[in-house]
C-alpha cells in the first residue's frame, strides 16, 4: 500500500508542470476534442477531420472535391483505409494518442486527477518540449482497443470537468 502511494506521488509531482499533450509527447497544434478524439493543425488546417465514401475504401482530404468524399469523419473511425491517390490528404502520425490514453489509463490507476488537456490547437504550443519521464514508464505501450474502450471515458470526463471550469471562470 505504500508503494502505491509513493507512485501516486510521483505521479503527482512530475505531472504538475505539464500539460497531458507534453506527456504523451504530441506534436504542436495537436489537440483534443470533447470527444476525446485527438487532431492536428498544420497550418491552421485539421489534418485529422477527412472526407470519406459511403463505402469508406479511402479517405480524402476534408476540402476535396473528389467523387467520392461525402461524408465528414474523424480519421480514426476509417482505419484501416488508404488516402486517396488523387487529393492526396496528409496522414498524421498519431502515435502519440495511444501514449496519451495509455497515460490516463495508469494516472486514473493510482487515482490522479489528469493535468491540463489542450482543446483548442493554440492550447498546446510546448509539445516540442521533451516530455518528463513518468514513473514505471514500461507501463506505456500502444494502447489495445480494450484499453481505447476503458480510456476513452475517463478522457471524456475529464475534458467535460475541464470545459465547465474554464467557463466557470470565465
Known sequence: METEQQTRQAFCTV????????????????????D????????????CSVRCSSFGEVFHDSSSHCSGAKYPTHL???????????????????????QLLSIVLTLAQYNVPLPHIALTPDDHLTADMVP???PDTELYEEASAWEFNMALPILQQAI????????TEA
Open 36 to 47: 476525446g478524439m485527438p487532431h492536428l493543425s498544420v497550418n491552421g488546417k485539421d489534418i
Open 76 to 98: 480514426l473511425n476509417l482505419v484501416p483505409c488508404a488516402p486517396c491517390r488523387v487529393c492526396n490528404p496528409s496522414v498524421p502520425n498519431l502515435h502519440w494518442y495511444n
Open 132 to 134: 518528463p519521464i513518468l
Open 15 to 34: 505531472i504538475q508542470n505539464c500539460t497531458l499533450m507534453q506527456l504523451a509527447g504530441a506534436p504542436s497544434g495537436s489537440y483534443l476534442d470533447p
Open 160 to 167: 467535460a470537468r475541464q470545459i465547465k471550469q474554464d467557463q
